[in-house]
């Protein structure tokens, strides 16, 4: 372990916040962010929602891709505004051995660093988690990779729609007729993101257990692969692949999506007895439920054009709000296809405060993601939304590291910083 982990700044001993506020789950745990684009950042700001004190670390001059749509580059944009926020905004040129060198010591003073690095890429920085346990045996160190640290493409890149694809996501999206498409959003990013964050928390916790600190290997593939069900080992069991059905699920009918006579889409699920009983009820047709074509799953599954003709039909005379109202009476679990349009002023999502209205000095007012999920005693919060392009840099070189406002100076002028 190294003297400056030996020596590092004091944290806050109480996650009290100012006057009568809950405290921060994770007040005292400081995280450093070394990562780029989405799944790794959000795994950081999902610690920072919880009271985590996050460094991100930026280039200088551009900053991280989020903030690449704005007009000025290293301008602030809504999604980094979002998903840059509860951080400490600081730029360093990690290409250089300068900034390598203070990027390990910023580890050092740390609890927990962020990366996304390719596994050659982070060796030849000094950057890598073998290296960073160096620093400090204590540290936990969260490596997002496309592919993960070992296997033969461990120095392959990848985004969200190469590892959807590469997991299996991909293959089963969409409708038989046509070629697979991927989900609408990052959803990969969002799921590695999460099992990032719990990562960290599981180990940390091994650490107060007096196991010292490690590293998590997570692979942007494997989260994706985890959300596959048990499709891998039902082909292994009986080699029947899971091909695309559209809104349909293979096993369980009836669930899927129709067209309201509005235009607008419904999503139902009625795939148990006494759900199909509640929804042929309340379509009028109550003697569907013992028709021998669809009383068990089996059944249903084989005949399952028919009794989707029938309830489409239902659908498909009434509109989609009033559909809904009429299926979730009876307890059929239902929904309109809402788009942003919709969620934006959706009285429910107001209500739960889902989203919250957040006045930005340089973006006016924006609906920004509220923390989930929602701990009783010690929610989330909004602190701050994503910072000024390092506009933390020298106050936190200079408190955690001890660098003189001279040194800081000639790292600006050298672009290190």
Known sequence: MSDDAENRPPRPSSGRRHGDAPPDALAGIRVLDLSAVLAAPVAATLLGDFGAEVIKVEEPRTGDFPRRSAPMPGGRTPLWAQEGRNKASITLDLRRAEGQEIARRLAAVCDVVVTNFRPRTAEKWGLSP????????????????????????????????????????TYVSGY????????????????????????????????????????????????????????????????????????????????????????????????TPPLLARLTATIGRPELASDPRFATLSARVANQEELYAIIDAWIAGR???????????????????????????DEHFLARRTFELVDDPDLGVLPI??????????????????????????????DLLGLESTELERLAEEGVI
């Open 319 to 345: 509109d989609a709000h009033e559909v809904v109202d009429r299926l979730s009476a009876a307890d059929v679990p239902a929904a309109v296809v809402n788009s942003m349009a919709d969620i934006l002023y």
């Open 369 to 398: 993601a509220a923390p989930v999920p929602r701990l009783s005693g010690t929610p989330g919060r909004i602190r701050e939304l994503g910072a000024e392009l390092g506009s933390s840099t020298n106050r936190v070189l200079g």
């Open 176 to 271: 038989p007729e046509h070629p697979p498409v991927r989900c609408g959003f990052a959803v990969v990013d969002f799921m590695t993101a999460y099992l990032g964050a719990f990562a960290v928390l599981a180990a940390l916790r091994a650490r107060d257990l007096g196991h010292g600190g490690q590293y998590i290997d997570l692979a942007l593939y494997e989260a994706a692969f985890r959300a596959t069900e048990g499709a891998l080992a039902d082909y292994a069991a009986s080699g029947v692949l899971r091909e695309r059905v559209g809104n349909r699920n293979p096993s369980i009918v009836p669930a899927s999506d129709a067209t309201a006579r509005d235009g607008k889409r419904v999503s139902y699920h009625a795939g």
């Open 130 to 169: 073998e290296r960073l346990l160096e620093v400090d045996d204590r540290l936990v160190v969260l490596s997002i990779t496309g592919y993960g640290l070992t296997g033969p493409y461990r120095d392959r890149g990848a985004f969200d729609r190469v590892a959807c694809a590469y997991s299996g996501q």
